[in-house]
């Protein structure tokens, strides 16, 4: 599904991937863990199209497209779905809005027919129920005075109302307390463990992967993927530390 | 002339008795040299000859004479001025038994003895009175129309620190002077300014050399002692690359019925990763309480950040003067350069302060704080005056202002007017302004705990001003915290 | 009674198109406009033409006056409005400005709190693209007497373009101090990390950044009679400017 080769990317021209290959196939879950500076957000922001964020070199294919030629929001109709590390607030935007018009949006550029107001709200009042959030947040400005939970779960609603092929989700265990950390971790398989979908789960701690267990676990360190291994290996960095690892 | 002096100066004497709220209200006998009074051509070139000036400086003299006739009094400040006569005052007058100067010995022991009084250390002794862990402070005592001491100088010029009285200056590094005199604030720059060229008579001269951290704090004293005399002088801090300099400034004057001219110009500039500190304690005599009297405080400052990632920090506490007219400002030219300005001002009685900043966005990625604090009591007027302008070119400009006000008691007023021009889409400016009064339960609270009125007012004042009083160096914040409370004194009924 | 047209000498009219004033001197005079005491009073003011209206408003006791303001049109177009408020009176103003080209917009009030417990709200949202200047000059002078006094100015600016501009001048004075007087004013561009956020999501960026100029002046005309008009007139402009 997603194809990236010898990718070097640089922000405000300091080199922070250096030649990255990693393959996913559809129905696979990978998980990409590393130390603080590794680039692991990186990935993500460079995946996703933030200005910003240049490629000097490889390419990324997606469904046998082109990924790098496309615009943020082509990439989002094309079913790539980021979520971010820090979900942005946006003042005087309701949620409710901004997810209708982003839906459709998609839908339009995929040549489907809109959602109406209420096909929409039938959609997301069951993502949200399902997550534990409020119709009431759901009406309220996109992240505008959330805690850092509240921001992380919201992500996962939008990604449920979405229906991604592809998500990557940056550091979507932080700040999330365990119950939390649980309703998320469901949230993930529900929505996106099925054969033609893949997440790349970027992540510092292993916690998260005893809800979504991964089939793929790779250590990225200093722009590169250095080590490659199954579940076992992410239990593995937990007990030895990425510097063991590396020595 | 002498004794007709000294007749006035027994008179100021006797009212300095009489009240004694302003602490620094005396005056003393020291023996003076007056120019003749009055402002003419003749006058401009007395002041120049007894300063053995260069030919050049004495012609720039003239020609900001010259404009300065043809100039009028700005008009636009929230400012209650009767017209000035210009004509009866003194433009220089110099202490006789004037010291050699550079040899403390030779400064006139009365003049010491008034330092002395007035707290500052014109010694070379490396601690203030009181102060635990204070660092050595160098000093340049200005006494009416001279300088009269300059201490530490040695021990500055081993480190490649030139502190000298601006006339000195003037005669010894001429090249660094005229490179710089006049460069920041034009000469043509406004009426007051102007006339400081024609009339100033001594000053402060710093240059620190590229990569040097001045190894002590320096500091002008700023003295009005005689009587009908106006004090106009002139600073000039030169940072070098690289180079570090905090500057104190303190003012003092007695206490005399006419209101008397202090019309000053400071000029900084930073190079290249340099960084100015400049902090002043503004303690000229404010007027009585039915607003007789008190300086009339015209002050022009500005700061060039030039170079790249240089830094200027302007902290004032303001607390004298009848009237005060001052925009300490930054010209930010140089890429990712910073301008600072943390101000308190109090006014109590008939006092009147119209003062602010300017923080010019010329560089890219410049950025600037403001943070002013107005405290208003008695009758008096209190207004803070800014501009913060981004130029087109310049990128990813930052500012953020917070003006807050206190009002004491119902009388008096609080005025805030800033300025926001922005050219470029990329600036974030952001300005806030509240206006607050000390509560009754605030009062209540303090003075259940044993505070008297005056005690809580002044506790509830400094907590407010807080933000503004830690940004001094700690000598001058101790002093500046008790000066506060003074100020306020009478403010509660 | 009209004298010589207005310099920028003159603090009024410091970032005015002067050519344009000048071309429209003298003005008629102002409208006066008396809300009586207990009274209820609303307006709503679509500068879409390039006109200068200048308006007197003095609000009586307890009585309450609401202007909604559209500025866009013309190449110079000014809101000035006096206002007077007496005794536990109520003052609301919303304004949105939205200018382009080379279009100089402008809205100068003076909101005089002359007895005590009144309150008075001002917002004043401006967007500006290509050549565009906008400005906003506000005072809030409180009366010695005017105890009580509530007073707010939320200014915001976006410009959309380099080459654009934004003045504001939100100034208080104060004379009573039992009073509560705030102003805060902001000026900036788009959120850059907000519009990728909502093109990551799968917005097209000139409708992200129209979502999002949307939500910047939402809320301006909350409440007014012709919400919907004002609000469909505003999109209508922005959609042309962007």
Known sequence: ?247 | MTDEIEVKDKAAWDAAEKVADYEHGWSSDIETDFAPKGLTEDTVRFISAKKNEPEWMLDWRLKAFRHWLTMETPDWAKLNIPPIDYQDAYYYAEPKAKPKLGSLDEVDPEILRIYEKLGIPIAEQEVLAGVEGARKVAVDAVFDSVSVATTFRAELERAGVIFRSISEAIKEYPDLVRKWLGKIVPMHDNYFATLNCAVFSDGTFVYIPEGVRCPMELSTYFRINAENTGQFERTLIVADKGSYVSYLEGCTAPMRDENQLHAAVVELVALDDAEIKYSTVQNWYPGDAEGKGGIYNFVTKRALCQGRNSKVSWTQVETGSAVTWKYPSCVLNGENSVGEFYSVAVTNNYQQADTGTKMIHNGKGSRSTIVSKGISAGHSNNTYRGLVRVAPNAEGVRNFTQCDSLLLGSLSGAHTVPYIEVRNPSAQIEHEATTSKISDDQMFYAMQRGLNAEEAVALIVNGFAKEVLQQLPMEFAVEAQKLLGISLEGSVG | MNPSAPTRRDEAWRYSDIAAVEAAWPLPAAEAIVVPAGGNFERTIVQDSGTIHQLDIAIGKGAAAAIHVLNIGGDYGRVELNVTLHEKSDFKLGVVQIGGNTQTLEIVTTVTHAQPKARSSQIVRSILAGKATGTYLGKVAVARDAQLTDSVQSVKAMLLDRSATANAKPELEIYADDVKCAHGCAIGELDPMGLFYLQARGIAPADAKKLMLQAFVAGVFEGAADEEMLTVAALKKLVDLV
Do not use: C, W
């Open chain 1, 1 to 247: 599904m997603l194809q990236i080769n010898n990718l070097h990317a640089t922000v405000g021209e300091k080199p922070i991937l250096k030649g990255l290959t990693l393959s996913l196939g559809a129905g696979e879950i990978h998980a990409i863990m590393g130390p603080n500076g590794a680039g692991k957000s990186t990935l993500g922001y460079v995946l996703s199209g933030r200005p910003g964020y240049e490629v000097t070199e490889g390419s990324v294919t997606f469904n046998g497209q082109d990924l790098l030629a496309l615009e943020p929001h082509e990439r989002a109709a094309a079913g790539l779905f980021l979520g971010f590390q820090y979900p942005v607030e946006i003042p005087g935007v309701s949620n409710v809005q901004f997810l209708r018009e982003a839906l459709n949006a998609q839908r339009k550029h995929r040549e489907e027919a809109p959602l109406s107001g209420a096909e929409f709200l039938k959609v997301a009042r069951e993502q949200a129920g399902a997550l534990g959030m409020d119709m009431d947040m759901l009406k309220r400005p996109v992240n505008v005075g959330f805690s850092g939970g509240e921001k992380k779960r919201n992500e996962m609603v939008q990604m449920g109302i979405i229906d991604p092929a592809l998500a990557i989700l940056d550091e979507t265990d932080s700040g999330l307390d365990i119950d939390a950390l649980r309703i998320v971790g469901d949230g993930i398989n529900r929505i996106m463990r099925r054969p033609d979908k893949a997440v790349l789960l970027i992540t510092h701690y292993q916690r998260l992967l005893d809800y979504v267990k991964p089939d793929f676990v790779h250590v990225l360190d200093g722009g590169r993927i250095t080590r490659t291994g199954g579940a076992e290996l992410a239990l593995e960095l937990e007990r030895d530390g990425y510097k063991e690892l590396a020595a």
